[in-house]
Each structure stands twice: as C-alpha cells, then as structure tokens.
C-alpha cells in the first residue's frame, strides 16, 4: 500500500514537472517585452527590459533556474500585477475549487436519482424524459448554459445575482452551467451500470431473503456502481478544475481559471507557469485520490 | 427417500396448479412455463429437472414472484405455500412476510451469488435485519454467526467482516445457504446450487443440504440437469420439457420404471463409472421454439416412438401408477 503509494505520487510529480517544462517552452515562443512597454520605447529598453526577466538566458537555463527557485517557493513576480505570482494564483484558488466542487455536487443530485431511476423504471416514461434532458445538457457548452441563466433568472427574473462572488446566491448558477454538462454521460453511465447490477445474481438473492426493493437498489445496486461512477467524476471534476475559466468569466467569478486566461493575453509569464501548474498539481491530486477510493469502494481492489 | 421416521414430511408446503409464466418480448411471446403443476411435502426433497431452457428457473421466480421485470408476467395459476396463494400477495407482503420467511433460494452461482462489496456478516444479517427477527447490532452478530455454524463455515467470529472474495467457492456457496435458512422457512428452492462447483464440493453443498434439511423440515425444491445429482438427493422427480413437466414420480420409479421417452433419454445419458471413455449419448434434436411451441406433444420431433397422434394433440396427464404420472399418449396404451 504504502509502495504504492510513494510510486503514484512519484508519477504525479513527473507529470507536473513535465506539464511545468511544456507550458514553459511553450510560452518562450514569444516575447513579452513589447506588451509590457510603451510602443514607442527604445531597442536598449527593450535590451534592458530582457536581461532583468532573464529572457536573453538560453531557454534551458532560463528553466532551471525557474525551477530552482519554484522549489524555494518562489515563482518570481507577476509581470502585470508585479506581485508573487505564487500569492496570486493561491488568493484564487479557493474560489476556483469552491465552483468546481459546486459544480460536481449539482451534476451528481442531477445524475444520481436520474441514473438509478432510469434503470429501476427503464423504459418508462421517466427514462426517456432522463434521456432528452441529458442530451440537451450535452447539446449546450455551458458558456450558452451560462449566459441562457442569466438571461432568465437575473435579468428577467431577478432571482440570482448575475456575477460576483457573494454567497451562497452567487455561487447557484456559475454551479449550474458547469455541472450541466457531465450530467448527461453521467447519467447514461449510472444507468448502465445499474441494469447491469439490477440483473445481477446477488442482488436476485438478496431479493429473494426478503430485502426491501429500496434497500437494494439504493444501498445494494448503487454501492456496486460507485467504482465506475468515481472514476467518471474524477475525470469530470479534474475537467471542471481546469474547464471553469470560461464560466468564471462569464460570471466574473474570481477564480483561478480566469486570472490564467488573462494573463495569457498578456504574456504574463511567471504567473502563467503558477497557473498552469496548479492546474496540474489539482489534476494529479485528484487522480490519486480517485485511485485511492478505489480501495475504499471495492474491497477487491488491493495494492498491494 | 427420507428414512427420518419423525421428519415432518407429510404435509404439502407448496401446491402449484397450472402455472404459466410467459415472457412477452417484442417479437413475440415466449411461453417459460406453461401449465406446471406439482407439489412438495414438507421435509421432503423434489427433484426438478431437465435440460436448459425447460423453464425451471422461470418456475423457481415465478413462486418467489421474483421473474424478470418488465417482460415476464405470470399470466395464471395458483402458488400455495403454506397455505396462502402467493399470486394474491402484494409486492410489500411478499417482502415482509414471504420471502426469506416462507421460501427462500439459494441461487446457481456461488462465484456471483454474493454482493462483492459488502462483507458476509452484513449480508447474512440482512436476513435477520429486514424481518425484524433479532434487534440490535450485537445481537444481529450473534445470530449471523449461529446461522454460519449451522451450515458448518468454521470459525465464523472470525471471518464476519471478510467478503466474499476471501472465501471459496464452497464456502461462499454455504454462506448463501446460510442466507437462505436464515428465516427458518417452509420451503427452499435450490437452482442448480452445485453446477458450478467441483465435484468433491458440489457432494460436501448436498450432503449440507441434507443435513439442514433434517434438523429443519424445510421442504427443498433441488433443480437440476444432471439425472445423477437429482437420484443422489431427491425422494421424487418432476422432469420438465419445454416449459411443461412431462412425468413426476418417486426417485426409485422414475430411474426404475421411466414411462415418458423424455425421461428414458435422460436416464440414458447419465455417465457412469467405467465407462468414462465412450462418448456419452445424448438425446438428438434441439427444445422447440418456445415462442411457437407445436399444439401436439412438445418433445414429439425427437421422440423415438413417436405416433401421429403426438403432432397433433397434446398428451394428457396420465397416472401410471400412484403418485406416478407421465404425459404421454404411450402410457395409456401399453395397459
Ligand atoms: N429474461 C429473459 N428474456 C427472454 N427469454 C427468457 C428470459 N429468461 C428466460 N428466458 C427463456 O425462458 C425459457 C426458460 O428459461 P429458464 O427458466 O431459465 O430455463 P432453465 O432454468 O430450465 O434453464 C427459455 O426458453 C429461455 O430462453
Ligand atoms: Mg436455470
């Protein structure tokens, strides 16, 4: 277990340094200076400009020296806001895993009842009426989620606010858009999963011993179908992480995803890199932690 | 035969008086169980058997009201156990009251008869836990452990909270007989228990089964497709073909004086010691579609003493002797 463990997280720490060292040639590609100077400045401020970021190193210098000072903590100043990139991203980082973390909860009391009651009642008219719905979630990126929200339930209505991070109210439908979307495959998924669970031999016995149909299905069946379902919210929930930047402008949230976006425009290199590899940090994180839970869900599953 | 001599055996615990479970799909109707009738004693083993595909196990759900939903509907008939018409029940009685508590089954497959994620002693304590039985956790524990000595998992303290992957095949399969007799019921209806299991352990599960059944009086339907099995536990046989039972009798009648050709076939194609080698017979011919069974006799296409009649009118249930009946036009002509 614990060899296991160490090996996984050796992994994770390989992928976040190789997704560092992308994001880092990729984005040596061009030049920062001229955005960050007047246009009418001279060839020696621009010369000046380069040598103080380091920028006229070769570029593998210039990444070994980011990363000895990233495992000092340091991730040099933004270039924008000229403060620590590092405070920055992690000033934002709650905000961005509370809309994530939103957005889950939403897309799972969506799918949950959704997927179990398709299987129970399959063929019915629920189901079918589960199958639209989740094909029109599908249909819709949730930056159209976003905005058909709040079109009708802030300007028309008036019932959230339409932006900003105050609240429970606020957090509602930045949640909603970015949930929207993996409640259909989800749902078709859970639904499966739960046919087959529903057919199978055990739960024919515990039938057959005198255990109620709710006990089975919401207890037996779906503790059957959590390992598939975990690993589905896992990918999503990592997507949502890195996904949320278009929801979060839309709704001006606060987050980490759209203070990378724009610092993207504007070649702001030192707090991109923290961006990004927070990003990856997250990604890993959660893998693992799906993995983990893997041992939790199934007793089956060992490592050993 | 039970020798018991104080054994409840007597009393009938399941009366089933032309049963039809038909299983409605969309290209058309496939008629599982189709006018089944017999009964079983209390204390008393019944042999069901015949090849795959007769209907046993739609038989085996339809008297647990378990048969597959939607699609199956046991379209008439009468299920007595103990007394009261199961088909009467709602689905909310037959939880609370009948199932586990009245009848109860132990299943085909010991590898996927148990739930791999939760551990044996809370699946064996459900049983106990839905029939309000015994109360609290403790005592729900105690009761789990008394079952799984009963059908002789050793140490079972110990090995509570394990699950079922941690446990044999054999082992599993007595856990899921422990499930079963949990309730004490009146009835118990064993699918094909040792089909999957190797034949040391497939002896161990019936000499098991037998045991159980003496200190309890449980009336056990043993289904099967193994003549063999069926002769080494049953004190009578019902062979069913095609969704009918085509003779029933005591075992020693059925393997002595087989009347149905059906019958004659399976006996024949038992294997037997020493003769291993030879290539063991078979009847030849499939089952008919069920979806169009033929208005005559169903096994009429492979029957070797075939007679025009048997195309055209089914044979009715004709009594050989007491307690033996065949349904075959043959029966009544060799008086
Ligand atoms: N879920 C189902 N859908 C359609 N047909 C089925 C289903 N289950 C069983 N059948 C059909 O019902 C008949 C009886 O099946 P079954 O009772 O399982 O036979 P046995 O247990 O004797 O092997 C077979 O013809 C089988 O093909
Ligand atoms: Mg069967």
């Known amino acids: 277990m614990l060899n296991y463990l160490i090996k996984r997280i050796l992994q994770g720490v390989i992928s976040i340094v190789g997704a560092s060292a992308i994001i880092f040639a990729i984005s040596r590609l061009d030049d920062p200076t001229l955005l960050l100077l007047p246009i009418d400045a001279t060839p020696e401020m621009v010369e000046n400009l380069r040598q103080r970021l380091g920028l006229d190193l070769p570029i593998v210098q210039q990444y070994l020296i980011f990363l000895g000072n990233a495992l000092q903590g340091d991730f040099g100043n933004s270039y924008r806001w000229e403060q620590p990139a590092l405070a920055l991203i992690l000033d934002r980082l709650p905000a961005t895993l509370e809309l994530a973390f939103a957005g889950l909860v939403f897309a799972l009391a969506l799918a949950i009842p959704f997927g179990v009651l398709s299987a129970v009642y399959r063929d019915s008219w629920f189901d079918n009426f589960a199958k639209l719905f989740a094909m029109l979630g599908q249909a819709m990126p949730n930056f159209w989620v976003g905005l058909l929200l709040i079109l009708f339930v802030s300007v028309n209505l008036g019932w959230l606010p339409a932006f900003g991070r105050e609240g429970f109210d606020s957090l509602i439908m930045p949640a909603i858009a970015l949930g929207w979307y993996p409640v259909a495959a989800m749902t078709r998924m859970l639904r499966s999963t739960m046919l087959d669970v529903l057919d199978s031999d055990h739960v024919r016995m515990a039938r057959a011993i005198g255990v109620p149909n709710r006990v089975v299905v919401w207890k037996y069946a779906l503790r059957n179908a959590a390992v598939p379902l975990v690993t589905m919210l896992g990918i999503y929930f990592a997507n949502m992480l890195s996904g949320a930047f278009v929801v979060e402008v839309i709704f001006a949230w606060p987050g980490m995803g759209r203070m990378v976006v724009e610092a993207m425009f504007a070649r702001d290199f030192p707090l991109l890199q923290v961006g990004v590899l927070f990003s990856a940090i997250l990604f890993v994180v959660v893998n693992l932690l799906v993995d983990l839970s893997y041992g939790v869900l199934d007793p089956r599953i060992r490592h050993d | ?335």
């Open chain 2, 1 to 335: 035969m039970n020798a018991d001599p104080q054994a409840k055996v007597g009393q009938p615990v399941l009366k089933v008086d032309d049963l039809r479970t038909h299983i409605f799909l969309k290209r058309g109707t496939v008629q599982a169980v189709d006018g089944v009738s017999f009964h079983v004693n209390a204390g008393e083993t019944l042999g069901l058997v015949g090849e795959s595909g007769s209907g046993k196990s739609m038989t085996s759900l339809s008297i647990l009201r378990l048969i597959p939903k939607p699609g199956a509907r046991t379209v008439s008939g009468r299920i007595e156990i103990d007394g009261i018409n199961v088909l009467d029940l709602d689905e909310d009685t037959m939880v609370r009251d009948v199932r586990g508590k009245l009848v109860s089954m132990i299943s085909q497959d010991p590898m996927t008869s148990l739930n791999p994620v939760f551990s044996i002693g809370d699946q064996v304590g459900a049983a106990f836990r839905f029939h309000d039985l015994v109360r609290g956790r403790s005592a729900i524990r105690d009761a789990v452990v008394n079952v799984l000595q009963r059908v002789r998992i050793p140490s079972p303290e110990r090995r509570l909270d394990d699950f079922p992957h941690q446990y044999s095949g054999g082992m599993r399969q007595r856990v899921v007989a422990a499930m079963a007799i949990a309730c004490s019921p009146k009835l118990m209806i064993a699918d094909e228990p040792t089909s999957n299991l190797d034949v040391t352990i497939q002896v161990q599960i019936i000499r098991l089964l037998r045991e159980i059944q003496k200190e309890t009086g449980v009336g056990l339907i043993f289904i099967t497709h193994d003549m063999g099995v069926a002769a080494n536990i049953c004190d009578r046989v019902a062979v069913m073909y095609a969704g009918r039972i085509v003779e029933i009798g005591d075992v020693e009648t059925i393997f002595d004086n087989p009347s149905h050709p059906y019958t004659q076939g399976l006996l024949d194609s038992i294997p037997h010691l020493g003769r291993r080698r030879e290539r063991l017979y078979s009847i030849p011919g499939n089952p008919p579609d069920m979806q169009n069974p033929p208005s005559g006799c169903r096994f009429a296409a492979r029957c070797p003493h075939v007679m025009d009649r048997c195309r055209s009118e089914y044979p009715p249930e004709a009594t050989v002797a007491p307690g033996h009946m065949a349904a075959c036009w043959l029966v009544g002509k060799n008086e």
